[in-house]
T-cell receptor
């Protein structure tokens, strides 16, 4: 069974640009979570999607947004990029709310 | 909102010794506490979790204890091995209310097991 996949692996953008990150959950998983992991720091909760709806979001500005598609894949959009947005963005999926979360390999976003 | 503090930030032990990592949380509504292990360059993976209706859970060399009154939970690794070297994250989550779906993670503990 394939695990959680994310694309792209690396993304380089300049300040003010927009970034789109993608996540495909494990087949059958309906919940998708997004986290930001800045270098050497912990995981900061960004967004939670379940059954196509945004269920909760962390303490991030509105320029961080996303959506979940009918096939349960998800997209994270970051508008008006700032230097401090440089981080590893991890996506995780679960079979139901708060059963074990399975993480993807992450997308390394670098903002120059 | 929820605040999770994790200690220590770094921990170095000799192979075969025990390692203990502690976390405290602030929101008494938190009812699910997973622990994740993240090896260098790899994704986090769940190693053990505990729900608020349980005080202790054990899986081979790994155990987690929860004290709801004091709002703290701990990870215990016995007979440590070099392959236990990694960053360990604790998290506190609230399930089944309006805040469901929001996990707050600790800042991580870098464990080094010396052969």
């Amino acid at each position: 069974e394939a695990g959680v996949t994310q694309s792209p692996t690396h993304l380089i953008k300049t300040r003010g640009q927009q970034a789109t990150l993608r996540c495909s959950p494990i087949s059958g998983h309906t919940s998708v979570y997004w986290y930001q992991q800045a270098l050497g720091l912990g995981l900061q909760f960004l967004l939670w999607y379940d059954e196509g709806e945004e269920r909760n979001r962390g303490n991030f500005p509105p320029r961080f947004s996303g959506r979940q598609f009918p096939n349960y894949s998800s997209e994270l959009n970051v508008n008006a990029l700032e230097l401090e947005d440089s981080a590893l963005y991890l996506c995780a999926s679960s079979l139901a709310t708060f059963l074990e979360q399975f993480f993807g390999p992450g997308t390394r976003l670098t903002v120059l | 909102g929820e605040n999770v503090e994790q200690h220590p930030s770094t921990l170095s032990v000799q192979e075969g010794d025990s390692a203990v990592i502690k976390c405290t949380y602030s929101d008494s509504a938190s009812n699910y506490f997973p622990w994740y292990k993240q090896e260098l360059g790899k994704r986090p993976q769940l190693i053990i979790d505990i729900r608020s209706n349980v005080g202790e859970k054990k899986d081979q060399r790994i155990a987690v204890t929860l004290n709801k009154t004091a709002k703290h939970f701990s990870l215990h690794i016995t007979e440590t091995q070099p392959e236990d070297s990694a960053v360990y994250f604790c998290a506190a989550s609230i399930v089944f209310n309006t805040n469901a779906g929001k996990s707050t993670f600790g800042d991580g503990t870098t464990l080094t097991v010396k052969p």
